[in-house]
């Protein structure tokens, strides 16, 4: 408000230059605040929402997470913010999906964020405040009755149909050195993008969407105006709509535009790129007799089926994994997360099995057995894959974080630290998620090269032998170099010395971040050397490097023997 009082002052004295830098700043500052909002107030209300509908899933209240945001309000509003963030990007990648199913037109309401010429820090700056405001009620409005529709309303009918299975065996704090946090980590940053990444699954995803639509589209005579007059077949393929009809208000059609010439194989390419989700633009359809009442039943039956998948995706996969793992843990209660995953995954496994036998049947009993055999041989060695690359590296790597990070920072020297191997092995993961995403993005060398190896055999052409010899075995015998030598010098040759125990405990509790101080500093130096070597070659070559010879140079113990030229030579 400053800033515009200021700005209508400048131009009411033609001060034409401070108006000017006045409207920049203005501009700053409005497109700063809006991407706050966009960014970090709507995912933490959608958090917020999330959390106050899930609390009888939990047996919590509002009154817990008033204890938990005072205890650590940091850490809470962190929390929440990611959950709304996870929230809103599952929410835009679905409609994305729904884009590459429906006709161009029926979400023209909704901004296409494959849209060549949508863009986001344009319209901030064009549009007034009110419509930026607008548009964020309507998007909280939106969000948070989707929350109550497939949260909020589910949670209560199961607990009015099956009373016994909820609340869910979630322990927020406990007295390990980690959280269960790190598992809920672990669930978002693998477990999820591990099923919804996979080709198979969004097929699925997307198959199911589309047998809905069609069954919807015959039901209430709504086929064209869900699906386009094409054919089933050629309903996902872009339309290039070059006749008169009008689009929706607020909808520009953007399928008009010529397809790109020979010579325009970047701009072609960019093209193929942003439009890679589905058609854009406009579409026309047939209108039905009765079409308000036909669209208010279309939204009636929509949410009475989010509200069923909600139900099952809540129920189906934790009682699942609740029965398997009973099987392991008795009647003990076990972490909500590990069932959740656990069924998870055994449905995932289920569903694909029955679609790859679906598949094989026509081909007769031969083939079955012999592609039976291959699979069951292929399985075997991702096994063997998944124990040392999965089970025993992330092991292996989280104690070794345990030693080196969270034993020295939180257990005093007068207490026994104490190690979990599932905790351990949950930070593993994340960090070994870490380290390879920063070894791929980083430069070339031997590991990045192993790793692109790999992802690019995939699993139905796995080496079991080139992944043991050059990624599972050369990680594996670092980590146990670095695990077991501290641990010899501290229990074995300290000892050997003559200290005192108080020193022995000294050295077994502070040898591991020692040595990683000594192991820093000696990549530190390295790296510095390596740099001061780049730079004196590099003055040198500056100095005296005339094409590809060296002039006028010659070194200390040649200068004893020969005077130098008098004057300089050039070449």
Known sequence: ????????????????RSRRLLGVCYIVVKVSLLVVVEIGVFPLICGWWLDICSLEMFDASLKDRELSFKSAPGTTMFLHWLVGMV???????????????????????????NDPDFNPVQEMIHLPIYRHLRRFILSVVVFGSIVLLMLWLPIRLIKLLLPTFLPYNVMLYSDAPV?????????????????????????????????????????????????????DNDTNQPVNNNNNNNPPPGHHNNNNNPPPAVGEGLHAAHQAILQQGGPVGFQPYHRPLRFPFRIVLLIAF?????????LVCLTLPVFTGRWLMSFWTGNSKIHELYTAACGLYVCWLSIRGVTVLLAWMPQGRTVILHKVQEWTFMILKTLVVALLVAGVIPLLLGLLFELVI???????????????PWQDWALGVLHAKIIAAITLMGPQWWLKTVIEQVYANGIRNIDLQFIIRKL????????????????????????????????EILMQRRIYPFLLMVVSLIGILSFQIRQFKRLYEHIKNDKYLVGQRLVNYERK??????APPSNPVVE
Not at 1 to 16: N, P
Not at 90 to 109: N, T
Not at 557 to 562: F, L, M, Q, W, Y
Request: hydrophobic share 55%; with cysteine.
């Open 472 to 503: 599972a075995a050369p990680v594996i015998s670092v980590l146990l170099l670095s695990l077991c030598v501290p641990y010899v010098i501290a229990a074995g040759v300290v000892p050997a010395v003559g200290v005192t125990p108080e020193m």
């Open 302 to 310: 929509m949410c009475i089926t989010l509200l069923l998948a909600s």
């Open 87 to 113: 929230y809103v990007f599952y929410f835009a990648s679905f409609i994305l999906l729904l884009r590459e199913v429906l006709r161009p037109g029926v979400l023209w309401f909704l901004r296409n964020l």
């Open 557 to 562: 113990a040649g200068r004893a023997s020969s």
């Open 406 to 420: 969270v034993a020295p920072l939180r257990v005093p020297l007068d207490q026994t630290p104490l190690f979990y």
């Open 179 to 231: 959280s269960e946090l790190s598992l809920e980590l672990l669930l978002l940053q693998v477990v999820l993008p591990a099923l919804l990444e996979q080709g198979h699954t969004r097929q699925w995803l997307k198959g199911l969407v589309r047998a809905w639509t069609v069954s919807a589209g015959y039901l209430l005579d709504l086929h064209s105006y869900l699906l386009g007059e094409q054919d």
């Open 1 to 16: 408000m400053t800033l515009i009082l200021c700005h209508g002052l400048a131009a009411l004295v033609r001060f034409q």
